[in-house]
Every structure is written in C-alpha cells, then in structure tokens.
C-alpha cells in the first residue's frame, strides 16, 4: 500500500529513528497515520544480576534504544458492511511477521490451552491485553505497528519494552492509567504466564520508571526506586552484543530460580536478601554444592550493588568498576549464566584496563549470551571499541555490535495525532 501524507511526522523529533519508521510503517501497512504512538526503553543493568527475583538489589538504566508502537482504531464493518472480527491486526517489521489477536474472548495463558499461539512474539502483547481484560477493560479493535532499536536476545530487555509499550499503549486506548508499579506488575505477570520466564520485575519496572537522570536503584523486596544520578560527561556506558542469542524460557532460568528458592528454604529465610554471606559459606543444611554456589552470588552481588550505589555518588568510577568484573567473575564461576564470548569481552576490557580508558565491565542480563556493559572514559570510546571489536572478530569469526547510551526515560505516548478518530481497514 502506498505511503500517505503524514500530519504527525512533522511533530516528532526529527532525530528520534525509530518513531519515525513506526509511523512510516503505519502509514504503508494501514494507510493514513495512527491515532497513537508508544514509547519503552529497553535496559543495561549497571550490576546487581539475578537479584530481582530474590527480593534484592538492582541497578539498571533505560536505555536510549526503544520499541514503539503505532496504532489506530480499526472499522466496525467490513468494506461488505457486515460486522468486523473485533480483533488487534498486529504487525511487526523487527519481526517480519503478522498476528492477529480475537479481542472478543478472554485471552488464555501459556503453557496451558493457548499453547500453540503464534508467532511467538505476539504472546507477550497477548499476555499484556490479557491483564488489561482481567482488571475490566475492554479493547476495541486496533491496527497496530511495532518497530524496535532494543537488539532482539541481547540481554537488554527486548520483551520487557514490548510489553510496556503494549502497556502504555492500551492505557491510552481505554482511557486509564494503571499506576507505575501496577503496570510493570501487569507485564511481568505476562512474561510469566505467556513466555513461561518467571522474572522479577526489573525489567519493566525500568522501562517504566527510566530516568534521564540516571540509574535507578530498586529495591525489589519493597518495589521502590531511587535515583543514582550519573552526569558525568567524561564517562560513557558502553554495550556491546555479543549477537550470541539468548531464550530465558529454554529452562536455565526457572532451574536458577528454583535454586535460589532451595537456599533460601535451606537457610531458613523467606528470600537470599535476608540471608548473610557468612551462613552460606558455613552452613551444613545447604546440602548441595550448586546450590551454595546459587546463593554465595546473589548475596554477594547484593552487596556489590550497593557498595557501587556509595561509589557512583562519590563519583569513584575506578571502584564502580572493580566491583562489575568482581560481579561478573560471580556470574561466570557460582551462577554459572556467562559463555565464552561474553568472557572474552571482559577479559578483553580488563587487559585494556584503566591505562586505556576502560574502568570496568561484566556480562548484563539473564546470561547464555547477551551483551556486556562497560564503563569507559569518553575519549577512549572509539579506540576501545576498535580494539576490542577486532579480537572479537578474529577469535569468534564474526562481529559484536557495539553501541553507547546515556540513560533515559521511560514509557510514554508520544502523541495523540489528528487522526484519533478515523479507523483503519
């Protein structure tokens, strides 16, 4: 379909890539121009790794990379007149594929009887309707367009973004607002029920509640947030993918938190955040090495996370960094979610070390690929990434992808546009 005249591409930042495609998108799938437009940041956690779902410590940032969604009401009648399927018609370019998703009827978990959904994808958004229709809502039919900067597998929260922008969308359409916290409840409960990962709620939390202004410090037993203010413009986060695909739902990750969840019983404490280092190092009723090994990490990298919170206000970089290859060491050797091309960039980073502008480094994410973050002086961004992209490429025969990001904001629509009342096909 040909692309049309667009009155809301002239009110969007010009810089801002992805907006533009998703409204261009909309425009050659749907014709005319969507009525909303929804914004969510992915992620980079700073430190504080597999620690959400203990009720512990995290410290991550939106990211300046993000999925948006482009929509439209959709016509009630068929071009015969009959009543149209109330149905959300869903494309996606990063993707390369379509779904459609029955509004008329309550939407099924997965696994269960709605197992054999498809594409896969689409479940996260099916998981995000399902709790707007659980808490009342009812969802006209819409004509939606997604499209995506957050790198698909890469550790940095590709289903989270998803879902929030799914989230923020559908707050618009019905006219509600869930609250912050309620609506990163609402998508992580679809990540559990529809993509079978039982995270915590980091992710959505921090595509949420992202914040120019820094990183945010959750405390994830209590779900509150503060902000770490990062301002220095001589330090940079670096993020390279590693473009080595990682799937939380293959098991690896319930097996993780299953083992948590053992240590805790064993130690007699209802989450690691209660228990001390000192009783998991000695304690004969953890009967299981691994598990031991589960639990030394988490609780150790509560406190790495916290001491890192004390060095970034003092603006204390050199410790900051210590404490992410210290964390990543953790993540690699008890935790056991690193793999040998995230190992090799931070074994990479350490040998360039301080002298050539690299601080610190760890994996980030849930592991088994994904990305690392650093954190690298500003002047030395190019030439590091140069350096280390080139013994990447020799060791492992293809390219890391490499980018940097200052934090960001989170949620949010970025407008109602003029054709708010017209539906599409």
């Known amino acids: 379909m040909m692309a049309v005249a667009n009155p809301l591409e002239g009110a969007v930042s010009a810089h801002d890539a992805v907006v533009q495609s998703a409204i261009r998108g909309f425009a050659q799938r749907f014709g005319g121009a969507p009525a909303w437009l929804a914004l969510a940041p992915g992620r980079v956690n700073l430190i504080g790794e597999h620690t959400d779902y203990n009720s512990g410590f995290v410290l991550p940032m939106a990211i300046e990379r993000h999925t948006v969604m482009a929509a439209a009401p959709r016509s ?29 009827h309550p939407i099924d978990s997965v696994p269960g009887s709605a197992a054999g959904y498809q594409p896969g994808w689409a479940n996260y958004v099916r998981g995000v309707i399902a709790g ?15 499209t995506s900067s957050v790198p698909l597998g890469g550790g940095l929260s590709s289903s989270a973004a998803l879902e929030v922008a799914t989230a923020t969308l559908l707050e618009a359409v019905v006219g509600a607002s869930l609250g912050a916290t309620e609506k990163a409840r609402l998508c992580r409960q679809a990540e559990h029920e529809f993509a079978g990962v039982p ?59 299953a083992e948590c969840a053992q240590a805790a019983d064993d130690l007699g404490v ?39 919170v004390r ?20 993540l690699r050797r008890d935790y056991e979610v690193s793999c040998p091309e995230l190992d090799a960039l931070v074994d990479a980073a350490r040998a360039i070390g301080r002298a050539g502008g690299i601080y610190g480094a760890r994996m980030t994410g849930g ?4 990305s690392t973050v650093m954190l690298v002086r500003t002047s030395e961004v190019d030439g590091v990434i140069r350096t280390i992209g080139a013994g990447y490429a020799r060791q492992f025969g293809r390219a890391m992808s490499p980018f940097v990001s200052r934090p960001a904001n989170g949620s949010h629509l970025i407008s109602f546009g003029p054709a708010g009342n017209r539906a599409t096909p």
Request: overall charge negative; proline content about 4%.
């Open 76 to 104: 009630a009648r068929t071009m015969s007149g009959a009543p149209s399927p109330l149905t959300m018609v869903l494309h996606s370019d990063a993707q390369g594929s379509a779904a459609e998703i029955d509004l008329g």
């Open 270 to 308: 209802t989450s690691l955040r209660h228990a001390r280092l000192a009783d998991v190092e000695a304690s004969p009723a953890i009967r299981s090495e691994v598990v031991r090994r589960r639990a030394r990490h988490v609780v150790s990298e509560n406190e790495r996370t916290l001491a890192a």
């Open 367 to 370: 592991g088994f690929g994904g």
């Open 199 to 257: 995270c915590g709620l980091m992710d959505q939390l921090t595509s949420v509640l992202g914040d120019a202004r820094g990183p945010l410090l959750i405390d994830c037993e209590s779900e509150t947030t503060r902000i770490v203010p990062f301002a220095d413009p001589t330090v940079s986060v670096l993020i390279c993918n590693t473009n080595v695909k990682h799937a939380l739902g293959d098991g690896e990750y319930a097996r993780r938190r």
């Open 311 to 330: 060095h970034l206000h003092a603006g204390d970089f050199s410790a900051v960094g210590e404490l992410m290859y210290d964390s990543h060491a953790s």
């Open 132 to 146: 707007f229709q659980r808490r009342g809502f009812s969802i006209p039919a819409l004509s939606v367009f997604v």
